[in-house]
Structures are given as structure tokens and as C-alpha cells.
């Protein structure tokens, strides 16, 4: 399987489905978004997460953690709060953030040799 | 706020979360997955979507839906099983999909005019 793949447990779990379009004035965006998304996955609790963003500069990234606690406490992570107030003061047009419980989950193609 | 972004009522409501990588043989994709899309946009309980793929080919598409009656309703509609007969044999590498229970929902950012 393709490491830009989750390798989540089976269900229950949580998801954090983040879509946000960036402004044309992204000085700095790319390396923070990168460095969260590596923090992220550091975090106790976060099983793992899936990132793509389009040429018209809309992303989605969804982050998968083991409760509601964990998800939680990263949005109160300090570096992530810098993050989160630079991307409210400049990088962001517009986001919207969905918290989910997961569950149900399936894989595919199935039946096929994977990457 | 962007047409990209799905305009959701309160939660609760579930999203399908469907991350795929494509392969290099992807004749005819671009215009089967945009008409699903579109497809998927008129269904019974759909409530939006979004969806996004990078450069790498990785693309997430979340699509949003009042119940799980409308998702079991769109996973057997006639032309999406056709279309997810072409994914499953032709066009992806590898898929995740997860279904989930959007429980809480926040939109940004604050404050500021939105597009």
C-alpha cells in the first residue's frame, strides 16, 4: 500500500476532515502545512493521516484519531495553535472543519497486487 | 463562501470518505469522476461534496449524506456501479473508504469576508 494511504485500525475511530481553499498570499503555507501534518502524526493517539491539495488550491486533509480526547488535545498543541492562528490571519479563504466518528472502513481494489 | 465547499446543515449527518491513488492508466477518468460527482450531487439525501487531487494522482473526495440509507441507495445506483466497476478493474492502485457520523462542524475563518 502507497504511504499517502492511512493505515487506520479497524473502526471506531474519529476523523478530522479539513477543507480549506488558500489565498493567493501563501508566503510560508507549504512548510508549515507540512511540518503539521508530521506533528500531527506524532501526537498520541493520532492513527494516521491523508493529505491532497488541487491546482485550484483547494485541500482536503483528513487526520484519524483514537478519540475525541485525542483530537482535542491537538488542537491545543502549541506549535499547531501558531499554526492555526497564521492560517486564520492570512493563509485561508475559507475552511471547513468536520469532526466524524468512523464506522465502517473498507480497502480496494481487492484482488489486485497493490503498492 | 467557494462553490467547492459543501454547504451542510447542522450536524449530525454522515460523510463518505473516499481516498484513491490512480494509476497511470486512466483513460476515461477525468470525465467518468467528474459526472459521478455531479451524479452524486442529485441523489436523495446527498448533501454536498468536496473533493480534491494533487499532482501525485492522490485524490479525497468526501461526499456528505443525510443518512445511511442514502449512501446504501448511491452505492447501488446503476451508473455509479458501473463507474465503480472501471475504478475497481482499471483505474485505481488502491482506495480507502470510510464511512462516518459527522457529529460536530465548524466553518472559518472568522471575521473575515469570504469568497
Redesign the interface.
Known sequence: ??E???K?PA?PYY?V?F?S?LSQKDAGYAAMGDAMFDLALKQPGCLGA???????R???T?SYWRDEDSIRAWKAQAQHLVAQKY???KW???????????????????G?S??
Open positions: 500500500m502507497n499517502r494511504f492511512a487506520t473502526p476523523a476532515i477543507t481553499l491523508e493529505s491532497a491539495r488541487d491546482s485550484e483547494l485541500g482536503i483528513v492560517g486564520i490571519d485561508y479563504t475559507h475552511y471547513e472543519l468536520r469532526i466524524a466518528k468512523v464506522e465502517r472502513a473498507y480497502s480496494g481494489p481487492e489486485r497493490l503498492d
